[in-house]
């Protein structure tokens, strides 16, 4: 049995290095073209596609693990049109994939799994394949 302390300890330099790559991943992001606000957790398993360049990523957004956020499908030439956005404050969650052009509004959340295809509106949850509103947010109760 490991000593509280040691536990603590460990559990304290997993969280520091964690965000030391997380910092890292968002620079090199950043130099190859992808608009990313402050306060962005973006998991290691997240596929970013990054030869578009047509990515912007807001402020305080959380991307789990195994996401995918897509700006072009490989069948055509990349167009302005394929922007993906996705706004302030918002949660996605595993797995889900974020298909080219798509706008995701602010303070929404994309459930786990979920395939997106067409634009989400401000202070939604959407879930599901493709993706629906199940759940409109309060505004007063807005993610920070």
Do not use: W
């Amino acid at each position: 049995m490991k000593p509280r302390f040691l536990t603590s300890l460990l559990r304290k330099l997993r969280r520091s290095i964690t965000r030391l790559i997380n910092k890292i991943r968002i620079s090199v992001y950043r130099i190859m073209g992808i608009k990313i606000g402050k306060n962005c957790f973006i998991s290691l398993g997240t596929r970013v596609d990054v030869q578009g360049g047509m990515i912007i990523i807001g402020n305080n957004v959380h991307i789990a693990g195994g996401c995918f956020i897509l700006c072009h499908t490989g069948f055509r030439p990349v167009k302005e049109e394929d922007k993906t956005v996705i706004e302030d404050n918002v949660r996605i969650f595993v797995n889900a994939v974020i298909l080219p052009g798509v706008k995701v509004g602010a303070n929404s959340i994309i459930g786990a799994g979920s395939v997106v295809m067409k634009d989400v509106p401000p202070h939604v949850v959407v879930q599901g394949n493709p993706a629906r509103v199940i759940q409109h947010l309060d505004k007063s109760t807005a993610i920070d």
